[in-house]
């Protein structure tokens, strides 16, 4: 069947990757073309500006040497008096000179002349001849009978004379009248080397790319024109200068080849569009091959199921959806057997492990013997282990059930995996929501506990460092027999039960336990109430004795159930002795420090633990009781000051400083006090109760002024009046006449 469908597969690709092959390049070809085109366009426009800036360039350069000689001859007085003047050797070299510095300042110029009217004479930078023996004398002469000057000339030759030896030159002139409106004193030519021009364009282009040409306004070339593309072809730029009316021409070496790629547009348009339809048409054909084994195939099934459909409604006329339906229930039912043989398997080895470590099999001794069998238990020497996950609680709200299950996967995989790298064999179960069983078996009865440990640690170890949580590992005794694995077992879960005064993230040996004193329980519980007698009289050396519990419970490694009993018999204590004893104190207790304090005992899971929650707990309740004492000091203390007031308010003497001494309390602490208690501070409730006698004394009897201030307790009147004026809105005169006219009133 594999040798069917590998040729089968081979037959497919086969047929489908020439078609592939073919249209992948040609698109891969298309595509380098377009991109090639893209560059060609490119690069004629970077041509195009390259010959506008060569253009650019020389324009310059040429109005600069114009500008500068025509500067030279309106402002130089040395010229003037040369064309104009006498002759003078001296003058004449200074002219010459004058010529000299023009052509050094413009490394393009060829030669310079000046042309004297009055006596026909040339002046060049060599010597002063009549245009007789002068070599250029029949362009000057041209060029003095022109009526318009001042423009370049087309390329021309030039006879050179130089040490008697003749020599010529194509070069550019350019001829300046003077004055330049008549040039009825002489004329100036300026000639440049056509050579140098090219030169000049040479160094701003790229020769090995790009080819340059220069035409006059005939359309006369400067230079060399070999090779040169034609004027009409489209990869050339040209561009014509405004000064000079010169044409100038930029070429692409190799531009046939750019021209068909520049214009092959259509080309691969239909290039593209032949790949499309060749691979349209090669896959239809290939597909239609191809399809007819699996049609013959499709023609049986339809068969088939047209006799299964008659018994049923048609609801499906399509043969690969019944095909995919059939496939689909047989994968469904299979899964649902393995799951159902895996779940079974699973439930069977957790009941037997159940029943070894309970040590329950001499029931059914036949059946023991099978199972005995099936999970390969041969070994005659076990020893166990039992491992719990650190902090649960904290577990079970940081993860979810689904990851909870998984890290209890990998732990145990790591315990197996551990095992079978050092040759051992083991059983890993999980026989609650945060305890693993490991069962060590081995043929060799010697160092049981040795090869037990070290598995531990490496458990224990890789957990720590891989995971964000950590397993505390129990350590049974060593079992030779079968009815001892249950013995082992019950020693590795007293072991682990040990890590609340142990710690946790650690491993606890049974072995070493075995020697431990439990200590005598009369001495915790008269520690305990100790706590409970000086809590409730809130006395302050209740947490060193609740401290010295916990480090009694640490020291003597009391197990959980022992830790948890005692710490429920304080919490039992402190519920009486508030709910009964103090019934103030019992809303605190009862909202606060005990359910803080149960919580504890659900979830903690080392004596550090529950020693920092309980401290915290009862700190917070003693700091009630505390409160409340203090309280109950303070309103007995204030009611005797209350009536010692009121009755001496009228002691001028009376004062917070008074008070403090006759008390014994602070006077800042006292005015506080005072404040809290009647909503007042001590000079406003002094004051209200002077104010209240005065008033009295004003509407009922005819005592003066001064004699009732001094019956108040103010020895000057004028502060009593100001007093009495803000206390009550009026003077005390006008108060009393108002109590005078209120009572006539009330009388008619």
């Known amino acids: 069947m594999k040798a069917i469908n590998s040729n089968y597969i081979k037959r497919m690709l086969l047929s489908y990757l020439p078609i592939l092959l073919v249209t992948v390049s040609m698109l891969i070809f298309i595509f380098i073309s377009i991109i090639n085109e893209i560059n060609v366009r490119n690069a004629i426009q970077a041509n195009q500006l390259t010959a ?236 239609r091959r191809n399809y007819k084994p699996i049609e013959a195939i499709l023609h049986r099934i339809d068969r088939f199921a047209s006799v299964v459909k008659t018994a049923g409604p048609k609801e499906n006329k399509n043969e690969f959806a019944f095909i995919d339906q059939a496939i689909e229930r047989l994968i469904t039912n299979n899964m649902v057997f393995q799951e159902k043989q895996q779940e079974n398997l699973v439930i069977r080895r957790q009941q037997f492990l159940q029943t070894l470590l ?59 995996e551990s095992a079978e790298q050092q040759g051992r064999r083991i059983i890993a179960e999980w026989i609650s929501k945060n305890q693993l069983v490991l069962l060590l078996l081995s043929d060799e009865g010697e160092s049981l506990e040795h090869h037990l440990l070290q598995l531990s640690e490496q458990v224990r170890s890789w957990v720590e460092k891989h995971l964000e949580f950590t397993v505390t590992i129990g350590i049974g005794s060593a079992a030779h027999r079968e009815s001892d694995i249950g013995r082992s077992f019950e020693d590795a879960a007293a072991a682990v039960s ?47 004795e609740l401290l010295r519990l916990f480090h009694e419970m640490r020291v003597r490694h009391l197990r959980k159930d022992d830790v948890e009993r005692l710490l429920h018999y304080l919490v039992f204590q402190l519920d009486y002795e508030m709910a009964e004893t103090l019934p103030d104190e019992a809303k605190a207790w009862l909202q606060d420090a005990k359910p803080a304090m149960l919580l504890a005992l659900g979830q903690s899971d080392t004596l550090e633990q529950l020693e920092r929650c309980f401290l915290i707990a009862l700190e917070g309740l003693a700091d009630h009781v505390r409160a409340l004492v203090q309280n109950q000091r303070h309103h007995g203390l204030l009611s005797e000051i209350r009536s010692y007031v009121e009755g001496h308010y009228r002691d001028p003497n009376l004062s917070l400083t008074m008070l403090s001494d006759r008390f014994e309390i602070n006077a800042k602490y006292l005015s506080q006090l005072f404040k809290e208690s009647f909503g007042q501070n001590f000079i406003d409730f002094l004051m209200s109760l002077r104010m209240e006698h005065a008033k009295q004394l004003l509407r009922e009897s005819e005592v003066s002024v001064q004699d009732i201030s001094e019956m108040v307790g103010y020895v000057n009147t004028t502060s009593f009046i100001r007093a009495f004026k803000k206390f009550v809105g009026l003077s005390p005169g006008q108060y009393r006449e108002a109590q005078s006219k209120e009572g006539v009133r009330s009388i008619h």
């Open 52 to 287: 506008a800036f060569v253009k650019n360039m020389v324009d310059s350069t040429l109005k600069g040497i114009s500008f500068d000689a025509q500067k030279m001859i309106e402002t130089s007085g040395e010229l003037q008096l040369y064309l104009d003047g006498p002759t003078d050797r001296a003058r004449e070299f200074d002219v010459s000179n004058m010529l000299s510095g023009l052509m050094v300042r413009y490394g393009l110029i060829d030669s310079i002349y000046l042309y004297r009217a009055k006596d026909g004479r040339v002046l060049d930078q060599s010597a002063s001849r009549p245009i007789g023996q002068f070599p250029d004398r029949g362009y000057l002469r041209s060029s003095v009978e022109r009526i318009l000057t001042g423009v370049w000339s087309s390329p021309r030759v030039k006879e050179n004379e130089v040490r008697t030896v003749s020599t010529l030159v194509h070069v550019t002139s350019l001829g300046l009248k003077i004055p330049r409106d008549s040039g009825s004193l002489g004329y100036l030519v300026i000639n440049i080397k056509v050579s140098s021009l090219e030169l000049l364009i040479s160094q701003m282009i790229d020769r090995n790319v790009t080819q340059a040409q220069l035409f006059d306004t005939q359309g006369q070339p400067f230079f060399d024109g070999n090779g040169l593309a034609p004027s009409n072809n489209s990869l050339n730029a040209e561009t014509v200068s405004d000064y000079t009316g010169w044409t100038y021409r930029m070429s692409i070496k190799g531009g046939r080849l750019l021209d068909l790629l520049f214009h092959g547009s259509t080309v691969w348009v239909t290039l593209a569009l032949g790949a499309i339809v060749f691979a349209f048409g090669s896959t239809f054909y290939v597909t």
């Open 498 to 544: 040990c890590k609340v005064t142990l710690g946790v993230n650690q491993i606890i040996d049974a072995v070493e336990l075995q020697e431990r004193q439990g200590g005598e329980w009369f001495d915790y519980l008269e520690m305990i109430r100790t706590i409970v007698r000086k809590l409730r009289m809130s006395e302050s050396g209740w947490p060193g």
């Open 358 to 416: 309970k040590g329950e099999f001499e029931d059914d001794r036949a059946t023991w013997q099978q199972e005995w069998q099936h999970f390969g238990l041969e070994a005659g020497h076990f020893i166990v282990a039992l491992l719990e996950l650190d902090h649960y609680v904290q577990f079970g709200l940081k993860y979810s059930p689904n990851d909870q299950s998984l890290f209890k996967f990998i732990i145990s995989s790591v315990a197996v």
